[in-house]
């Protein structure tokens, strides 16, 4: 049946997880849980989901979209408890930074002192001691995404599960601010997980930043050039950086 076929399919992949999961290096971690999401239309709700091989189906995030505006960025922790995400509502009230815990549900809301939008946000590669690095970007009066932000987000206890959103009030600091307008900013967390890849773009070139994970201090990758654009992959270790560039030999200054 097809319901058999699924579970077969299901039983095979993390299989191959498991088998390769013993590999001393590799461009990223694996994962534990299938993710993907279901769409009820005439409802008008979003709703992303994950599952496991011998696991019930998990909610990570429901989303109402006659309440609230799609979500623009969302980042799951590397242990994959928590997710972070942009909460806007349609009532017009400002924007909100929320980590939910997947497993039992409770939402926290993170409130910071800050100026513009929240444009982005990321979990770092980190999560000792139930202590998460969060990176997020926020726009100028242009609202373009323009500055990047560190904070750290310490979960409370989950003994109890419940259904209102908890307030957390966080320290929070811009650790880069893109000053030229023509350039915008976006941040992704590397494969590896050991990088926060800070990404600063324009129309004809850009320019690439590395964070190491829990840290403050940007990392230059390669200078700006006119008419050369790259991108940045990680591996596990911290020298393994990948870069893809649109052009090669003498069109590209040595660096």
């Known amino acids: 049946s097809l319901s058999e076929l699924q579970d077969e399919i299901i039983h095979s992949s993390n299989q191959y997880e498991v088998q390769n999961s013993s590999h001393e290096k590799t461009l990223g971690p694996l994962g534990k849980y299938w993710y993907y999401f279901k769409w009820y239309d005439k409802k008008g709700i979003m709703t992303y989901l994950r599952s496991s091989y011998g696991k019930e189906e998990e909610i990570v995030l429901e989303c109402n979209y006659h309440d609230i505006q799609p979500s623009t960025s969302m980042s799951l922790s590397v242990d994959e408890e928590y997710l972070v995400y942009i909460h806007t509502p349609l009532s017009g009230e400002k924007e909100e930074m929320r980590v939910r815990h997947i497993s039992t549900g409770n939402i926290y809301s993170l409130t910071m002192e800050r100026n513009g939008t929240i444009a982005q946000v990321e979990f770092g590669g980190d999560s000792d001691g139930g202590r998460y690095s969060i990176y997020y970007t926020t726009t100028n009066h242009l609202n373009q995404p323009s500055y990047v932000h560190y904070t750290s987000f310490t979960p409370p206890n989950h003994h109890s599960t419940t259904s209102n959103v908890t307030s957390l009030t966080i320290q929070s600091k811009c650790i880069y601010q893109e000053i030229n307008p023509q350039n915008v900013l976006d941040i992704s967390r590397s494969k590896g997980t050991k990088y926060i890849i800070l990404n600063s773009t324009s129309k004809t ?51």
């Open 205 to 255: 070139c850009n320019e690439v930043h590395l964070l190491l994970k829990g840290k403050e201090k940007t990392i230059l990758v390669r200078p700006r050039q006119e008419f050369v654009t790259y991108h940045v992959e990680c591996g596990t270790e911290e020298e393994d950086v990948i870069l893809l560039m649109n052009c090669t030999g003498r069109e590209v200054e040595e660096v």
